[in-house]
């Protein structure tokens, strides 16, 4: 390996899938500093369109707060299975995003609390909290800027009512939302402004095309639906053309999606039909193309399920989704999509001669939700940004010698043997000395 140009050995590890980046890291200290190199990281995302998509399983039922992981680009192997995801103590959390290596975990009961999660490496950090709204409902979306290579998260916050009788109330939603900008790293979220539409949030497979995070919206029964992207270079907010495909306004039953790089509409007919547009060229309306027209298919893992034993597993959260199929990307052949069909399959179609496969794992849960993850070792910003508002302070032994000694034992504190903070308005202790009452 010493004799291999350092460019030579990242385009290796660029290739491999992050499982075995990371286990990489522990064969020696030259391997471990590689893995931590900025242009790895760099390159193992740039190869994530020729590669087959790289999954996450978020399990509620029967344990709550469960992730797996899922390469494809592994099939083939012998030993091909779903691993189980060691999850920090959390409360219950929906997962609400992927963005380049980290995971976005909201609290079930509490919106406004937000966990970053990189899934691989178990570093876990909580958002600061933002100005809080009464009766909100919060729409997030999450990014990359490429070029000051920070993590950006946008909060869309629209109000909401109860109208109807107390027994049959119906909850109602603004058509505007209040948004705010938080750069990971920072501690106070900026106020961006209003916006006049509502975004459809659509799960946890965020839809990032060309540095931008789209959204299918909803302006009203009668009004049109336009696709809404926000950039996270220059904070905009612009409108994307839409397909003629017919029937996208007046709040359709679609779905975007990232296919191969490309923004995609994932248009829903009757029957579990449904065709799928690509965007060739980005925000050029005339490049939409249809490229799929998938027909109903009943995976044979569902043609004999008993519904009536699968009734405990109404007290998922996923229960509510299990009617739906969601389009989860392409195989790196180009010919086959993937989908999730009711929470409980995993299933391709091949576009040249219409032929279905179900996929099936060990390890695989009986019931979850599919989150397309972009898996690779987190920047080495990373670990600087999310630390910035903290000071480690450690004993000072040394320094504590020359103090003038205070009279009574109990004025003394922890800030009389740290050798800076004495401004600080708090102090974690995250240490002691088990014989000498020293705290660090």
Partial sequence: MEYLPREIILDILSRLPVTSVLQSKLVCKAWHNLVQDPLLVSMHFSRATENDPCLVLHCDYPIRNQLYSLELSALGKDDQRVNKICVPVLPEFNVVGSCKGLLYLCDSSAKDIVYVY????????????????LHQYPVYGFGFNQTTNKYKVIKAMYRTHLRGPHNGHIILYSFQAEVQILTLGSSTWRNFGRLPHRLIHQGPSQVLVCGRIHWHTWSGVRSSCPIISFDFEDEQFREVPKPDCGGLDHRPNIQLVDLGGCLSAVVYNNYREFEIWIMKEYNVKDSWIKEFNIGNHVPTSLEAVDWISAQPYKDSKLYGKSSFVCVLGLLKTGDEVLFENKCRALVTCNKKDGTFKHLTFPGLPNWFEFVVHEGAPPPVQWNMDIHLEYQAMAPDLLWYEDTEALRRAAEYTC????????????????????VAMIVW
């Fill in 118 to 133: 990189n899934p691989f490496t178990r570093d876990c950090i909580e958002l600061p909290k933002s100005t809080e709204l």
């Fill in 415 to 434: 800030l009389h043997i740290t050798h800076g903070g004495e401004e600080e308005e708090k102090v974690f202790v995250v240490g002691h000395d088990w």
